[in-house]
């Protein structure tokens, strides 16, 4: 499957993973379910990638993506340069357990930095 519906319209959906992407992104690190955690890692990942180039090129296409300015800037001056020496994998997903409402298994996604 190329990608996870996650129950929602493409719209929705859409919006959802911007949100998701954008929160990491600022914070570094987001708990949420693994579904979602499967869905965003990807996106993380190739916006980390466009960082990685850098031109002005890549901070449009970044832009149009992500929702705060002021994370794209982060992204382009600190976490493309750390990531320069690494070809990919720059997520990790730790497995947290179940949620206690619905039984949900939750994960934490995390930025690799060392």
Request: glycine share 10%; net charge positive; no cysteine.
């Amino acid at each position: 499957m190329p990608y996870q519906k996650l129950s929602r319209k493409s719209g929705p959906r859409r919006a959802l993973l911007r949100g998701l992407v954008t929160s990491f992104l600022r914070t570094g690190s987001i708990e949420t379910t693994a579904a979602r955690a499967r869905a965003i890692r990807p996106l993380a990942e190739k916006m980390i990638t466009l960082a990685k180039r850098g031109d002005l090129h890549a901070r449009r296409q970044a832009l149009a993506f992500l929702l705060d300015e002021d994370v794209v800037t982060k992204l382009f001056e600190k976490i493309g340069p750390k990531m320069e020496g690494r070809d990919g994998g720059y997520t990790r997903i730790v497995r947290k357990g179940p949620r206690r409402g619905d039984g949900a298994p939750m994960v934490i996604l995390e930025l690799l930095t060392d």
